[in-house]
């Protein structure tokens, strides 16, 4: 396409092409992102009594979920992201066989940050998709549900698609958690699990 127009195009017009393909190919620059630096801290978060719908179309309460004395591995999502959310949810689902039979002893949750069209039978075929397991639950809701939960955790971009990938691990009810910022990997994940003999 790129060469049948350098051919047929010349001067202006050819300028206004280039300019109207650089155009769009910025306009889909967050699907050609580099991926950010791999930070790790700590930080304590208050979970807000905000109501969610599970991918189960249970309606529960994030603070629940988050308290059910589990170790916690929370991240957010969008079922059409084409970047991040499939490479964080790819990590969850390697972390399920690498937890093997301690699988059920944690609780992975994804939030999703674009609840106006994650409906639970969207997120259910996501969730399926990426093979979770029962331990590994899809949240949808609100807009302003889903924002309330995202700003909690620090994890509020404004829109969908500048967002960034973030997981957090929780070891213990009322514990410090565990912040990744950037692509954390499965292993990384599991050995913050294992950091204080949560999970064996």
Same mark, same amino acid.
């Given at each position: 396409m790129v060469a049948v127009l350098s051919v047929a195009l !010349?001067?202006?017009?050819?300028? %206004?092409? #280039?300019?109207?393909?650089? #155009? &769009?190919? #910025? &306009?889909?620059?967050?699907?050609? &992102?580099? %991926?950010?630096?791999?930070?790790? !801290?700590?930080?304590?978060? !208050? %979970?807000p009594d905000v109501k969610l719908v599970r991918d189960d179309g249970a309606k529960v309460t994030l603070r629940d979920e988050l308290e059910d004395g589990r170790p916690v591995v929370l991240s957010f999502i969008y079922t059409t992201c084409t970047t991040v959310c499939p490479l964080t949810s790819q990590t969850l689902s390697e972390l399920q066989g690498k937890l093997g039979a301690a699988r059920d002893s944690v609780h992975l949750m994804s939030i999703s940050i674009d609840p106006e069209h994650d409906t639970p039978p969207r997120l259910r075929e996501y969730a399926h998709r990426f093979g979770a397991g029962p331990e590994w639950q899809h949240y949808t809701g609100t807009l302003a549900a889903s924002t309330t939960a995202q700003q909690a955790f620090a994890v509020y971009r404004g829109d969908k698609m500048n967002h960034t990938p973030t997981t957090l691990v929780r070891t213990a009810p009322g514990g410090t958690w565990v912040r990744i910022d950037g692509f954390a990997s499965s292993d990384q994940i599991l050995a913050e699990l294992h950091g204080v003999g949560s999970v064996k």
């Open positions: !010349s001067g202006p017009q050819l300028a %206004a092409a #280039d300019t109207g393909m650089q #155009d &769009m190919a #910025d &306009m889909h620059a967050h699907h050609h &992102m580099v %991926a950010p630096e791999v930070t790790r !801290s700590t930080a304590r978060y !208050s %979970a």
